[in-house]
């Protein structure tokens, strides 16, 4: 498990610290990646046009300065960006990386979210144009011009992430199908260079001598020095001083305030739901079953119980209480429908599900869950069976495992998390249940949600789009898509000489340092 029996937390001299994952990074190929794990790991090696700091403040990246129009962007690539063998990062990487991204050929899913946003992104997605009529072209080695399929006032946000990070060609070619797949298959132009990568044990980062901030870097070495989803081992490990800084969840939470240590949290833009399977075949495609399912479902327990992480909230919508609406906050201008818990009506709902199914006895109902999430999904299981009679089989996953089944619709009932990082818009978190979105694991399909959420593609007009979201997310309460649960908080255990970690918008270990 370990990368060396020797570890320690932190190496003042050596300028080193250590810390773990609690799972492996399903995939760090990034025209492909799609999950936070493998996010924090290429924020580490590779860098885009821009990045995010804190309270989201975009900073310059390979651009160092750009200009924006509604329906075009340039952005000047710095002299001094270059890739971890000296050659330099150019405004062909951009076009190809984007392209790769956008082509069918790829197999990109998640990881082309946001590709709508570039011009003609969409048909070449379908299959309709070619790669090569993407909107994106290098006008010279150092200048990107970038055209738009209509006016994104989130924009620079967007090309902060993995899926539009620079892919130098001639590299990517050469693996021959293994980019990402082990250290010596990745090419770095970020803060560090992946040097070591022991599948499901431990992965070695050094200082990337060619990065062109690298002054900024203060850390030396980061050693990912245990990844295993045993978190009672890894609080152990970091009793034992081997360990810089931990996460934690609800498994461990008690044991670490019982040990003395100083519980530390940062906000997310991260929710947490229950997603509902409508495929036609699932029993979870009748209504009435996923209205007695959130009825005899009870949030607060689960929430302030089971979950129980400080900073953790019940939430009722789809969006963060970060999410901006017109003028403040979207849950304020726009109050999700409370979602009630009433296990009587519930046991109603499931007489009249039977009815509609033609059964005496519903069949079972297949919970997902990952290895990470076992005490939630057990709660889950115990309170449906309870109180509904529901057989419910839990199917245990890895976590890459998990996201691979949840991708192919292979479940009933899945516990979900997605985290909007740094953009506040509501855009992301209701783009997620559009009928062909990547996201859209429970197979929602809706021809009136479908409308609504190109209507808010279609206006720049603050009140039309933010109308628009309010009505797409009474639709999901109608149609019982999901059951949202709560908002996310990060909940952590730090030794004291580690100094300037980002964890809100998004997790950045690049600027730490440490001290005596």
Request: hydrophobic letters at 40%.
């Amino acid at each position: 498990m370990a990368l060396d029996v020797a570890a320690v937390g932190i190496d003042v001299d050596n300028r080193t610290i250590t810390i773990s994952l609690q799972s492996e990074p399903p995939n760090l190929d990034s025209s492909l990646s799609q999950d936070t794990t493998s996010a924090q790991i290429l924020a580490l090696t590779n860098e885009a046009l821009v990045g995010i700091g804190e309270r989201g403040k975009i900073m310059p990246g390979v651009a160092e300065r750009w200009e924006l129009g509604d329906r075009e962007a340039t952005f000047y690539l710095r002299d001094s960006a270059v890739w971890a063998d000296g050659r330099p990062v150019t405004a062909h990487d951009f076009v190809y990386a984007w392209r790769r991204l956008v082509d069918p050929a790829t197999g990109a899913s998640g990881s082309a979210f946001f590709a709508y946003v570039l011009e003609n992104a969409q048909a070449i997605l379908a299959g309709e144009l070619p790669i090569t009529a993407l909107g994106v072209r290098a006008e010279s080695d150092r200048v990107l011009k970038v055209q738009l399929s209509r006016p994104v006032p989130y924009l620079l946000t967007v090309l902060s992430g993995t899926g539009y990070l620079p892919l130098r060609e001639d590299f990517v070619e050469a693996q021959k199908g293994r980019f990402g797949a082990e250290a010596q298959n990745m090419l770095s132009n970020g803060p560090f260079v992946m040097n070591s990568w022991i599948h499901n044990s431990a992965i070695k980062f050094t200082k990337n001598p060619t990065y062109w901030n690298r002054e900024q870097i203060n850390l030396a070495q980061l050693n990912v020095g245990y990844i295993t989803s045993d978190v009672r081992s890894l609080l152990n490990v970091y009793k034992s001083q081997e360990l810089a800084a931990l996460r934690l969840n609800e498994e461990i939470l008690g044991d670490a305030a019982q040990a003395g240590f100083r519980i530390r949290k940062a906000p997310t833009n991260c929710l947490a739901w229950l997603v509902m399977n409508v495929r036609p075949g699932r029993p979870t495609a009748n209504l009435k079953l996923r209205q007695a399912i959130r009825l005899a479902f009870d949030r607060d327990r689960y929430v302030n119980k089971i979950v129980g992480l400080p900073g953790t909230r019940k939430i009722e919508s789809v969006f963060t209480r970060r999410i901006k609406g017109v003028s403040g906050s979207f849950q304020k201008e726009y109050p999700a429908p409370a979602i009630g818990f009433d296990p009587a009506a519930a046991r109603g709902l499931i007489e009249e599900a039977r009815r509609e199914l033609g059964v005496s006895v519903l069949p079972p109902i297949v919970l997902l869950a990952n290895e990470t999430r076992q005490i939630e999904a057990e709660f889950i299981q115990a309170q449906l069976g309870s109180a509904l009679g529901l057989d419910v089989k839990v199917d245990k996953q890895t976590f890459k495992q998990a996201i691979a089944k949840m991708n192919k619709g292979d479940f009933d009932i899945a516990r979900a998390g997605f985290c909007g990082g740094a953009i506040m818009d509501p855009v992301f978190f209701a783009g997620i249940f559009v009928s062909n979105g990547p996201f859209n694991n429970g197979g929602y399909d809706n021809p009136e949600y479908n409308r609504l959420m190109d209507l808010t593609h279609a206006t720049g007009e603050p009140l039309l789009r933010m109308d628009a979201f309010g009505k797409l997310q009474q639709l999901l309460f109608d149609d019982v898509t999901i059951i949202p649960t709560h908002e996310s908080s990060y909940v952590y255990l730090e030794d004291v000489r580690l100094k300037g970690i980002m964890r809100y918008p998004v997790v950045d270990f690049s600027g730490g340092y440490v001290t005596p």
